[in-house]
C-alpha cells in the first residue's frame, strides 16, 4: 500500500505563487503521478499529471501557469503554481496510479492512491 502525503498549501494573494510537494512512501517512487483540485461545492478537477517516462499534461486552465516536475530518487512530486488567481482556491490532492501502469491519465477514477489533501487559498 502506497501512502502519500502533501505539503506546501496555504494562504497567498493573486498574482504570487506556492509550490506544493506529494512524497511517497516507497523508495525512488517513480509511478504516473496526478495533481487534482476540489473547490467547495465543485467536483474533483484534473490538474496536471507526470507520466513515469516524465511526460506531463496540464489542464488548459493552468497551462502556462502550472509545472507538475518529480524527483524519482526522493519519491516526490512537485507542483510548482505561479500567477495564482482566487479561483485556484481549492484543497489540492496528489494521486499516484499502480506501477503497472506507466501513463498519467485526466481521469481520478483511474488512479489508486491517494494523499489526504493541502487547502491552497488565494486571495484578491
Known amino acids: 500500500q502506497v501512502q502519500l502525503v502533501e505539503s506546501g498549501g496555504g494562504l497567498v494573494q493573486a498574482g504570487y505563487s506556492l509550490k506544493l510537494s506529494c512524497t511517497a512512501s516507497?523508495?525512488?517512487?517513480?509511478?504516473?503521478m496526478g495533481w487534482f483540485r476540489q473547490a467547495p461545492g465543485k467536483e474533483r478537477e484534473f490538474v496536471a499529471f507526470?507520466?513515469?517516462?516524465?511526460?506531463?499534461y496540464y489542464a488548459e486552465s493552468v497551462k502556462g501557469r502550472f509545472t507538475i516536475s518529480r524527483d524519482v530518487a526522493k519519491s516526490t512530486v512537485y507542483l510548482q503554481m505561479n500567477s495564482l488567481k482566487p479561483e485556484d482556491t481549492a484543497v489540492y490532492y496528489c494521486?499516484?496510479?499502480?506501477?503497472?501502469?506507466?501513463?498519467?491519465?485526466?481521469?481520478?477514477?483511474?488512479?489508486?492512491?491517494w494523499g489526504q489533501g493541502t487547502q491552497v487559498t488565494v486571495s484578491s
Open positions: 516507497e523508495r525512488t517512487f517513480s509511478n504516473a
Open positions: 507526470i507520466s513515469r517516462s516524465g511526460g506531463t
Open positions: 494521486a499516484a496510479r499502480k506501477s503497472d501502469y506507466g501513463l498519467g491519465s485526466r481521469e481520478a477514477r483511474l488512479y489508486d492512491y
